[in-house]
């Protein structure tokens, strides 16, 4: 009898997987478990409901221990965010990625927010491919990064991952940042996108997955995930990302199921497919919970998810290395300074947003004097906000991480008003763009509608067809409005460049502009301590009426 049953075992070890006896034993479960838009934050943090890398890395070596074959993904803007990355360039993002077992990512604008060159040189430390098939070199037209990848898995499954990465990267990151590279958009990008699809079945791969930098935000249109999908079969899974949404038990769109994970690392999606159907879900450090009863109040404890604790410890002491070096204070603040995107920094004014508005108009005015008479900078650059209390630099990279520096330009009030106009134009839709403002009093009517006029070159915003129909200028410079002066405003160096929707400010720029070398922490750190002795008090309480939003 033992003889027939060895028999019958190596009968069965050599038909593999043709053989009857080998097609009777089901395949394991193939597991997709993905990530979007972490923006640096790597370690657990039960508090803020973080997951951290740690966690992840357990939970992906959990379900191979099971004998499932698994598959862990990005969807980009990973490698920005927080200090223990920022300070790096992105650098420790990927060692991050590379200790919790990642299987492919694909990049977001923010990994060009320290510049393609950067970015490969970080992308060739990565223990595994970045995808994106749309990023092109503009002179002689061949991808940056690999297009696609096929994952031949311990089940016998073959999957098939490509890459997009948003066109709005040309003015998301600084355009000095993206020289000598374009982004494929519109039909282009659908018609790549279908042939990108195409080889992957051609290779023979079972699914078809897309990792989407794209994003589902209206001000993404006609580039979103949905938009691909609606000219794009054979995709079966699209992993999405730049919009934060979050999906709990993903979104089917015709044939493919959409699934994100909303921002910072809060949950980990989790993707579970039988060779037939796929089922969607969110893994996150919260599943468990309990009260406690201290000083006869209860509190609610948080229970982090199972920790790797060879990745946590080396996770936590990268970035204790970063933390001693920025935790000092240097300066208070009594009232809370809101950096909430939305309502926030990018529908409306905030007390943040005028603060960091006047600290730039202030550093450039010690640059250059008291011709400097205005500033503007866009609310997607505020990234956080800074609670009551001691303020470290720690706080100050975290809010303002991008290394912008302070810039002066001239303008014309005609090129002004485009650009007020422009940055407003989904308003009261949340948009990066929206512009904070010191020296300008404005008003942004949203019962009028916005109508594009031509779209600006290189980048995937319209100009406006008639500016001034939403925006009315009040005052710059404490002085009425003119459409034909000349104003000397001060900004960042990004909206300078004509990033964001600020084009109008591009031309200016490249003929008058003047980088002042003041980094915008420094700026910020600089006027707390010299303007307001160490302390922000009730002046930032609230708002100073500087936008009004007609709604």
Not at 159 to 185: M, S
Not at 188 to 202: I, P, R, T, Y
Not at 213 to 221: C, F, M, N, R, V
Not at 341 to 346: K, S, T, V, Y
């Amino acid at each position: 009898m033992k003889k027939i049953l060895s028999l019958l075992l190596v009968l069965a070890l050599l038909l593999g997987t043709t053989g009857a006896l080998a097609a009777e034993a089901p395949k394991a479960k193939l597991y997709i478990l993905h990530t979007n838009d972490v923006h640096g934050r790597a370690v657990a943090d039960p508090a803020a409901g973080i997951l951290g890398y740690a966690a992840i890395a357990q939970y992906k070596k959990d379900l191979e221990a099971a004998g499932n074959a698994v598959l862990l993904l990005d969807a980009g803007d990973a490698s920005q965010g927080t200090p223990v990355v920022n300070l790096e360039m992105g650098k420790n993002g990927i060692a991050f990625m590379n200790l919790a077992g990642y299987d492919a990512m694909t990049p977001g604008n923010h990994e060009f927010d320290w510049g393609v060159d950067n970015l490969k040189q970080i992308a060739g430390e990565a223990k595994f491919p970045i995808l994106s098939a749309n990023i092109l070199n503009t002179i002689g037209g061949e991808t940056v990064f690999e297009a696609n990848k096929v994952f031949e898995m311990s089940n016998g499954m073959k999957v098939g991952v490509f890459g997009l990465t948003t066109p709005e990267t040309l003015t998301k990151a600084h355009p000095d940042k993206v020289r000598g590279i374009d982004f494929l958009q519109g039909d282009a990008l659908m018609e790549l996108a279908q042939k990108q699809v195409d080889e992957l079945k051609a290779a023979g791969a079972d699914i078809v997955v897309l990792l989407s930098h794209l994003g589902s935000a209206e001000e993404s249109a006609p580039n979103r995930s949905q938009d691909l999908l609606e000219k794009v079969t054979g995709i079966n899974l699209l992993i999405d990302a730049h919009s934060h949404t979050l999906y709990e038990k993903g979104e089917t769109i015709g044939e493919t199921l959409v699934v994100s994970t909303g921002s910072y690392g809060k949950y980990l999606g989790v993707v579970e497919y039988d060779g037939e159907k796929m089922a969607a879900s969110l893994f996150s450090s919260l599943g468990k919970s309990a009260q406690a009863e201290v000083d006869g109040a209860l509190y609610s404890v948080l229970l982090t998810a199972k920790l790797d604790e060879e990745v946590n410890a080396e996770i936590n002491a990268m970035v204790k290395k970063v933390n001693d070096e920025l935790s000092k204070a240097f300066a208070k603040t009594e009232v809370l300074l809101n950096g909430e995107r939305d309502p926030g920094n990018r529908t409306e004014e905030t007390n943040l947003g005028d603060f960091a508005a006047d600290a730039i108009l202030w550093a450039a005015q010690q640059a250059l004097g008291d011709k400097v008479i205005a500033a503007v900078t866009n609310g997607g650059g505020i990234r956080a906000s800074i609670q009551v209390g001691d303020i470290t630099m720690n706080d100050m990279k975290t809010v303002f991480p991008f290394g912008n520096e302070v810039a002066v330009l001239d303008v014309t009030g005609a090129e002004l008003l485009e650009a007020l106009e422009a940055a407003t134009f989904s308003t009261p839709k949340a948009v990066g763009a929206f512009p904070q403002v010191a020296g300008i009093v404005f008003t942004v009517d949203t019962t009028k509608a916005y109508e594009n006029g031509e779209q600006y070159p290189d980048s995937t915003y319209y100009k406006p067809l008639n500016p001034g129909t939403r925006v009315a200028i009040e005052s710059v410079g404490g002085q009425p409005f003119d459409l034909e002066a000349i104003y000397t405003i001060a900004t960042n160096d990004f909206t300078a460049a004509g990033g964001d929707t600020y084009y109008a400010f591009r031309y200016p720029n490249a003929t008058s502009g003047y980088k002042t070398g003041v980094a915008l922490e420094d700026a910020l750190v600089n006027y707390v301590t010299t303007v307001l002795g160490g302390v922000v008090g009730e002046t930032y309480a609230q708002p100073q009426g500087r936008i009004t939003v007609v709604k």
